[in-house]
């Protein structure tokens, strides 16, 4: 078998499946702190030499130069310029569409409330390096700052091996806005981010992937007072399939997310277990033509499915598991959807695979793992922005509210707060002020 | 003087003024680190016995029980719970002004893209103890968890010496339709919330203020997956007054959040010099009648004014302060929200104290602290829920999507996820579907 089974778990089981590996930030903390020292007294040329220690590449400038900007669209392959066009143009429409019209409440006659959206002024965004340039991380996170109108946008990527930064990775920051692009990864481009240094701008939030070097630092980064989007963890699928699932579409869903990584979690839930053995022989016909096979074969090893009776207590376990990424695959998907209490994003029937959700439909691929679904929702403009409550209290309004807020203070023994209210209804009563005005 | 003074600072002073004391939280992290272990391997009994040791009080349950919550009615102070009642209407109605409405966006022809928010299923609540019941935090963080609809709300409070919870508490709790109230606090009630025990039900994120044992704890529940509210420090209020504002007004203000604690953070911002000393004046007049005097002496020691040229070198200063309450104390207050850029909750106008805010406007109390306002949104409605992402494509919108998903997934080397999207299109090929359908 492919993929491990379980027939009808019993709670103890149910509770092992929905485990995740545990992050071990933890004992990377000395690493993490010296790096942040250095970074923090030594600036641009700490973070050269830790680029040339860690990725072996010697960079002369930090910052990515107008000129490598103008010559990445020159170098960049058509069709794909074409696609990231077609990406950017829905996850700006669908990112729009979260802007949010606030709404003033009089709450008693005379005491408006409200929020009002700001954008977060200075953020930066970690893109990791690789085997492939991660341009799609950049419109994800690009695009929504564009739409909070962030007023100071950093990028910061691992160079390649020859010194420059991808083009597709230029392109689409070009795209989205973003003029300064830094040429570093790992702890030290999060800690030029943290405290600037003569190229790298200081931010107040970072966000983006990273391996567990880039999350240990952005931890870190908290204790300097910077934000950070997300807990991450290795990405995951849960696939629910039932009778009327295609099994070919079922095995490439559960590969497109192996050949992420060995640690990538591959989960089957189904409340129907005849469809099973077609699942396993496409995966195992898929495998063989998959380039990042090996890989994906990892992934498969810990990966599972898990057979429960009926509709119901399979979406208990959904829930109870909080999956990144959650595809309905059968013909009663948007029958089940009110069922779906803790995801990161969903894809619903079965022409909607996750690469769409990874790429292009419009939707954010930074998504919360290792079951912070339940807590967290995914990145989104409200990501890039703060909402900020305001409320303007008229003459009419301090004294049809003054009894009860001096009331409350006087039992939270706060008379200083009372105090407040009452020199402001004194005053009016000064001023003949009455309680029509 | 009561406040020193400084007119127009340079840049370096700036960067000074606008610093916070910094958390210690590492500091606590053994000690915190064995409460852990104890109250997960001791459950209700670790609890009980780290309440006898750090609060003096033996407790039998540590749950209320409804004949305790029947009497808290009865004990209850009438003026107060018709204050709370009018607090409790205000806050439900912003809170429920929150709510958003789904928007569907057809992205390309055929990709449908929405959120929808779901509760947080599992949420605890921790309200501090101290010299007096804080009554209206339970309102701030009960209404909105009622608003979001969380399944489980547990509130968790030191018990008074007495072994009792204050019955202003437990109504205030009963309004918001919380039924499991727990007499405990400190760093062992953020375990029992974390690891859940006989008594406590685990939750998945929890609110609410603290001193330095239980902010220390809410960041060590986070290696455990359980989320929290905000990082919080000490409170604090920012007010900008110019010459039409009222000293009795400004000198009110600064002392009610002076009052909070030794460590309360109180500035004063004015583009006009005279205003200074009608508020030195009134600073030492209401001093003299206020019961909490000793405490905001010893914030005031270490508050300030700032004297800028112009109104909008003194917003440039208040945004970079990022305060947590900021009072605009102007006739022209309203022309000025468009600068506020940074802050927690902006107080509009002569007659709209920091204590409406407090208390009953509506708004909630539980702020950005320590500059996080640059980068974080008080406690709001959003606070309670996730918003998940969903996308359903159709056979016309796979085929007009697909190649854009597939040559994305190739550029990045993830020819799985291709495959993902080819799988479909050949199988609509099999079935004739055309561009149209």
């Known amino acids: 078998m492919m993929l491990k089974q379980y027939v009808n778990p019993g709670e103890q089981r149910k509770a092992q499946l929905v485990q995740r590996p545990r992050m071990e930030a933890a004992e990377l903390a000395d690493l993490i702190t010296t790096i942040f020292h250095r970074v923090q007294s030594g600036g641009d040329e700490a973070i050269k030499e830790y680029t040339t220690q860690f990725d072996g590449v010697d960079i ?5 130069t107008s000129e490598e900007i103008e010559q990445a669209a020159l170098h960049l392959d058509d069709e794909l310029r074409r696609a990231i066009d077609v990406a950017y143009a829905n996850i700006m ?4 569409s979260q802007i949010n019209i606030p709404r003033k409440v ?21 893109i990791p390096g690789g085997s492939a340039p991660l341009f799609s991380t950049v419109l994800m996170l690009g695009v929504p700052a564009r739409v909070a109108g962030c007023d100071q946008v950093v990028l910061t990527t691992p160079p390649q091996q020859d010194g420059s ?7 689409a920051a070009q795209r989205c806005g973003i003029d300064v692009i830094i040429k570093a990864g790992g702890a030290q481009a999060i800690a030029g981010l943290v405290f600037g240094t003569t190229s790298i701008p200081p931010v107040y939030k970072i966000y983006g992937p990273g391996n567990q ?32 699932s295609h099994p070919e579409f079922v095995a490439a869903d559960l590969l497109s997310q192996a050949e992420h990584g060995p ?32 890989i994906a074969e990892r992934a498969l090893a810990h990966g599972y499915a898990v057979v429960f009776e009926d509709v119901e207590r399979s979406f208990d376990f959904i829930n109870e598991y909080a999956p990144e990424h959650f595809i309905i695959l059968s013909d009663n998907a ?5 069922l779906v209490r803790n995801a990161g994003s969903v894809f619903v029937g079965h022409l909607t695979p996750e690469s769409a959700g990874d790429y292009a439909s419009g939707t954010n691929h930074t998504l919360p793992t290792a079951a912070y679904a339940r807590s967290y929702s995914g990145v989104s403009l409200d990501s890039f922005i703060k909402k900020i409550t305001f409320q303007k209290i008229s003459t009419a309004g301090i004294q049809k509210l003054g009894d009860t807020i001096m009331t409350m203070a006087r039992h939270e023994q706060l008379q200083g707060h009372a105090q407040a209210v009452k020199v402001r209804i004194d005053y009016l009563k000064t001023q003949g002020a009455n309680e029509d005005a």
């Open 60 to 64: 002369a400038e930090l910052q990515v």
């Open 93 to 96: 429409a669908f990112h729009q």
């Open 106 to 126: 009089e709450t008693t006659e005379g005491v408006e409330c409200w929020q009002e959206s700001r954008p977060i002024e200075r953020v930066g965004l970690y």
């Open 165 to 171: 930064v991808h083009p597709a990775i230029i392109y």
């Open 213 to 244: 070097y880039v999350m240990a630092a952005k931890l870190k980064a908290m204790d300097y007072g910077v934000a950070m989007d997300l807990p991450a963890g290795p990405s995951e699928v849960l696939v629910y399939a039932d009778a009327s």
């Open 263 to 294: 640690d990538s979690q591959v989960v089957l839930v189904t409340p129907d277990h005849h469809i099973l053995e077609g699942v396993e022989n496409q995966l195992r016909l898929q495998l063989t033509e998959l380039p990042r096979r090996d």
């Open 334 to 338: 948007e029958d089940y959807l009110p």
